[in-house]
């Protein structure tokens, strides 16, 4: 995991469920970059072509409630969104991400600092958000240490995969 | 502490816990629904090579039972040679129904107990007064291999109802109201405790409904202590020995609610969030399309006998098609012995098989474009049903089987036998 994830903003509203990062009609799918053609494809169907590795999905209030369906988690990570910062995320798109290793942070401040297109860095140990366009720092929620750990191992496939070793 | 976290102490084999503290919880039982072909490639990825209980797992294929496409069928396959080689066994294939009511029917839930599904309806098991959470493929993969969880102990709210319902009223109203006015994100890293009279005496389908729908305020888990219609649905069902577990007197709730429902209408959730809720009598005319009864929120005995009573010797309207799928074989078996199938199809519904059906836009009655759906179960969300221009109301059975006779939103209190 990078320390510092620096990219172009795209801009979602609160309550940005499941359903709209990932429709139920493609739930059949298991293959990642399958997965990853239809990323938030029900609230914005374009967002795929617009969108480059390294982006940053910036969204207000319970981001990803809804489903449990991890395809949520895998369509973002496989289409290339580099960080997720949101007001509040949904808990089973929260524990999600940080089991794939997808970063994401917290910042109840988030909304209307960062327009679609800024370019904003962020800083995950700091929980900091600097947007470079406007040259405003917004500080979010430091993450735990405990998820930072999964995150820097990659998510927790990684640090299972030392236990059934041992086991 | 509350009953929630002694059952987390339990599980952790500690003492105590606190709020916000991250616990590594023994699973009880543990569900993987047929969306999860992923948990077993991660279960293999991380190394796993047999499961750590082949009694406390099991599979239910419900989203896609029986399978409408090749791949769904691929996913099943590949589930039941995994099912088969491990040696689960308890194993629900597409002649169960759904899972939330499936496991509970055959005794697999119990007051005390951590039950983890791939699923974030898991919250109905709070019915029970179990802890009951959803999660997704890799964390199930984790629970396959290990047994265990890691979880944070989450801050508690209470929710007190209080009253009894009007004839026609019923308790997808009651959550839908408490959804509308606290919000979809209210409990987000939280649990619930739903209490109060209502709660109290109410049956075992209903308690189900109001914590199927806690994970619609973001809800963690969902907890009601248990009363005697729950006590003796789990004893007629489980040989399992179980302590109740129960909340110290001195227990602070990081919040506090109170309901009043003696004078609650009807709700209904208009598109395209669960929190959009309004009384019946302030929507509009809406035209139905199609009229949904069914899946883990909406699909038990009570909700087919709900709309009985509305279509009873009459028929749906022509502009409208009704679709019932039953939540379960029991629940199909006990319509169809009191004659509620008969009767239903006599006024023009269209019944499917026991699973999930069109509420996730799979399969069974999904909506075109421009369609308007109103639906007994949980999501409204754009393309939750089928196509993103669809529009989906959330309501009680009771006003869904209104709807599909009118052909229009209707409050089902101006519908119903006996009810004027």
């Not at chain 1, 580099?82 to 988030?110: D, K, M, W």
């Not at chain 2, 039982?29 to 991660?42: G, H, K, P, R």
């Not at chain 2, 309207?317 to 019932?324: C, G, M, Q």
């Not at chain 2, 049903?385 to 009680?396: D, F, H, I, K, R």
Request: aromatic share 8%; glycine share 10%.
């Amino acid at each position: 995991m990078k320390k510092m994830i620096t990219g172009s903003a795209f801009l979602f509203g609160d309550n940005i469920d499941t359903d709209q990062i990932y429709p139920g009609r493609y739930l059949e799918l298991v293959k990642p970059d399958e997965v990853a053609a239809h990323c938030l494809e029900g609230a914005d169907p374009s967002f795929v072509k617009k969108m480059t590795s390294g982006d940053v999905v910036v969204a207000g209030r319970n981001f990803g409630c809804g489903s449990s369906r991890e395809h949520a988690v895998i369509t973002l990570a496989h289409a290339g969104v580099g960080v997720l910062i949101a007001e509040s995320f949904a808990r089973i798109f929260y524990r999600n991400a940080i089991n794939l290793g997808l970063p994401l942070l917290v910042c109840p401040r988030i909304t209307g600092r960062v327009k679609e297109g800024d370019i904003v860095e962020v800083d995950l140990h700091g929980g900091l958000v600097k947007n470079h366009t406007t040259s405003e720092e917004i500080q979010g929620e430091k993450l735990s240490d405990y998820m930072l750990e999964i995150l820097q191992s990659g998510g927790i496939k990684p640090l299972f995969k030392k236990l059934t070793a041992d086991m | 502490m509350h009953a929630i976290e002694k059952i987390l102490a339990k599980a952790a084999g500690k003492e105590k816990v606190n709020t916000g503290e991250i616990v590594k919880a023994k699973v009880d039982f543990a569900e993987v629904n047929d969306i999860y072909l992923q948990t077993i490639y991660s279960f293999y990825e991380m190394g796993g090579k047999e499961v750590w209980d082949k009694d406390k797992l099991c599979f239910v294929f419900d989203h896609y039972a029986p399978a409408p496409t090749i791949r769904s069928a691929q996913n099943h396959k590949e589930m039941r040679q995994f099912a088969r080689q491990q040696g689960l066994t308890n194993h629900f294939d597409v002649n169960a129904g759904v899972c939330h009511q499936v496991m509970p029917e055959a005794g697999h839930v119990w007051p005390g107990m951590i039950l983890v599904a791939t699923d974030s309806h898991t919250t109905t098991h709070g019915a029970f007064g179990a802890f009951g959470t959803g999660v997704g493929a890799t964390d199930m993969a984790t629970i396959m291999i290990s047994g265990e969880i890691w979880f944070r102990v989450p801050e508690i709210i209470k929710i007190e109802i209080n009253g009894n319902l009007k004839p026609g009223v019923m308790a997808k109203d009651v959550i839908l109201h408490i959804l509308g006015q606290l919000g979809a994100d209210v409990a987000v890293y939280k649990a619930i405790e739903f209490c109060g009279s209502y709660v109290e005496e109410l049956d075992v389908a209903e308690r189900m409904v109001i914590c199927n729908m806690a994970v619609e305020m973001g809800a963690k888990t969902a907890y009601m202590v248990p009363n005697h219609k729950v006590l003796q649905y789990i004893r007629a069902r489980s040989s399992h020995i179980f302590a109740v577990p129960e909340t110290d007197e001195d227990f602070q709730y990081a919040a506090s609610y109170l309901f009043e429902v003696d004078e609650l209408l009807p709700q209904v959730a208009l598109p395209h969030s669960v929190e959009n809720v309004v009384p019946i009598n302030e929507v509009e005319q809406v035209r139905v399309d199609q009229a949904f009864i069914g899946a883990c929120t909406g699909g038990r005995v009570e909700d087919i006998e709900a709309a009985v009573n509305i279509l009873r010797g009459k028929k749906i309207s022509p502009n409208t098609r009704l679709v019932i799928i039953p939540a379960s074989n029991e629940v199909f078996l006990t319509a169809n012995k009191r004659g509620y199938i008969k009767e239903l199809v006599d006024a023009g519904a269209t019944f499917s098989t026991p699973g999930c059906g069109p509420c996730l836009g799979a399969h069974q009655g999904v909506l075109a474009p421009g369609e308007v759906c109103v639906t007994a179960s949980n999501r409204n969300f754009p393309g939750r049903m089928g196509s993103t221009e669809a529009e989906v109301y959330l309501a009680s059975p009771a006003t869904v089987a209104a709807g599909a006779l009118k052909g229009v939103l209707s409050d089902p209190r101006s519908e119903q036998e006996g009810v004027k």
